[in-house]
């Protein structure tokens, strides 16, 4: 439901059969690119929801600060961070350059030509050839189309160069500004039953606080680390080939990608296996770091659909809480008509086939078939049997029983058989009588009033009439036979 794409209508009938792209983060992008400063509210108070940041860490990721990173105010200086320096100042178009798009279009190359040779053993951690890496460097450089698949270059070469470029950049690739939020997120760990902490890593929240952190990189640093840990990601895949597991790769790249510029370990100290373990969770989950959450996708949504924009998960759990308490009962209601139309329409949709049926039974030729389904029909409740507006052929009022003794009943008792049985569920009718006996009762009275002599008469008259009545039954049934 939260996949969302744009349409834009195409009259080139080539492009018309590729298939439609569905983007799930389209409300997100487009609220990072047109209204920076409410994405970024909506980021940054999500991640403070799940770390804690201390006022001048928050306004360093805020960019409010300068970043206050270890080994600033040290007066040594060691080999290391003078040649590391040094390196910096050779600028060139790619390598030593803030990170641009040119860059990157140019750095894809070696990670491209990296995913097809992921099988060399020592991948990122055997140097490759120094004469070879700084021809490929000057090509990389000055723009030059470089066709890596020639054999000319080794995958090593490549390895090692995407590091060099990693190393070279300004600041590194997850930015000076989130350096305290990383220690922090690999300090989130779960909490026992008593509401201690353990040792044991929250993944789940250290999945979602990542995710947060990377929606507010750079547009650049956030593509070229997709692609990296991506790459690094496949790598680890291969680890029986390549030896190179998630922690051996994050060895090579942590310093590279993580660690401030101008440090030594010795600047880190403790911190050296926080930030270690922390890209080898990236490497391990990259396939789940580039989504957003759904509650930032929702707000988002909201921020362009909807009534009002939410700030955090929170509010935007607490609007849903509401909602589907007063959307309760409307939501019964609608349940209710619904099931009563339905029943409505399964009704009306029987009465039909059995009208239908019933046409079909009446425009039988008679015969011995045709009145059994009569009777079935018969047997069926008054709601569901098909109306008078239906066309009947004539047959005659009660069909003749089988039996013989049926026949003498319908005949005594003037009433059809199927009407008792009816009569049994349904409310008690006067039983119908002869003519002779509606006579009798006239010139009589009620019963009510009559004496005993004249009851013993009635009744004697009664037998003596049905006495009269099968004896002519019978002859009439004789002479047809």
Not at 198 to 207: A, F, G, L, Y
Request: with cysteine; hydrophobic share 35%; glycine share 4%.
């Amino acid at each position: 439901s939260d996949a969302i794409c744009n349409f834009v209508i195409c009259n080139d009938s080539s492009l018309r059969s590729q298939p439609i792209i569905f983007n799930p983060d389209f409300f997100v992008e487009k609220l990072r690119h047109e209204k920076p400063e409410v994405f970024t509210e909506l980021v940054v108070s999500n991640i403070t929801r799940l770390i804690d940041l201390p006022g001048a860490e928050l306004a360093q990721l805020m960019g409010e600060e300068d970043p206050k990173l270890p080994g600033a105010n040290s007066t040594a200086s060691g080999f290391f961070r003078s040649l590391m320096s040094l390196k910096r100042k050779e600028k060139g178009v790619v390598f030593g350059s803030p990170l641009t798009e040119e860059g990157i279009a140019q750095v894809s190359q070696l990670i491209e030509y990296l995913h097809k040779n992921l099988r060399a053993e020592g991948l990122f951690r055997v140097p490759g050839n120094s004469i070879r890496q700084q021809i490929l460097k000057d090509a990389l450089n000055s723009g030059t189309d470089i066709d890596l698949d020639s054999g000319e270059f080794h995958s090593n070469d490549v390895a090692t160069l995407l590091k060099m470029f990693l190393g070279e950049l300004p600041e590194p690739l997850l930015t000076h500004k989130h350096f305290h939020a990383h220690l922090k997120i690999a300090d989130l760990t779960l909490f026992d039953e008593k509401g201690n902490k353990t040792s044991t890593p929250d993944k789940e929240r250290q999945i979602e606080a990542l995710q947060l952190l990377f929606l507010i990189l750079p547009a650049p640093n956030r593509s070229l680390l997709k692609l990296l840990l991506d790459l690094l990601y496949q790598t680890a895949k291969k680890q029986d080939k390549n030896k190179m597991s998630a922690h051996n790769l994050a060895l090579m790249f942590a310093p590279h990608i993580l660690w401030p510029r101008n440090v030594t370990a010795n600047d880190l100290q403790e911190n050296i296996t926080k930030l270690n373990n922390g890209v080898t969770f990236m490497i391990k989950h990259s396939q789940k770091l580039f989504k957003a959450p759904v509650y930032i996708r929702e707000c988002a949504r909201l921020h362009y659909l909807g009534s009002r924009a939410h700030t955090s998960k929170d509010d935007l759990d607490l609007l849903m809480s509401s909602g589907s308490k007063e959307l309760q009962p409307l939501k019964s209601q609608k349940r209710s008509r619904l099931d009563s139309c339905h029943q409505e329409e399964t009704q009306q949709r029987t009465e039909e086939a059995l009208k239908e049926l019933f046409r079909h039974v009446h425009n039988m030729p008679d015969s011995a078939k045709k009145k059994k389904l009569i009777r079935q029909f018969n047997k069926h409740p008054t709601a569901l049997t098909p109306g008078s507006d239906v066309p009947t052929s004539p047959a005659p009022r009660r069909t003749r029983s089988r039996s013989f003794s049926g026949l003498i009943k319908r005949k005594v008792l003037g009433t059809p058989v199927i009407l008792e049985r009816k009569s049994r569920d349904s409310t008690p009718e006067p039983a119908r009588v002869s003519k002779e006996n509606v006579q009798l009762l006239q010139k009589c009275g009620s019963p009510a009033h009559m004496s005993p002599v004249k009851l013993k008469s009635l009744e004697s008259r009664k037998e003596e009439s049905c006495r009269r009545m099968r004896a002519r039954l019978l002859s009439k049934d004789s002479s047809s036979l």
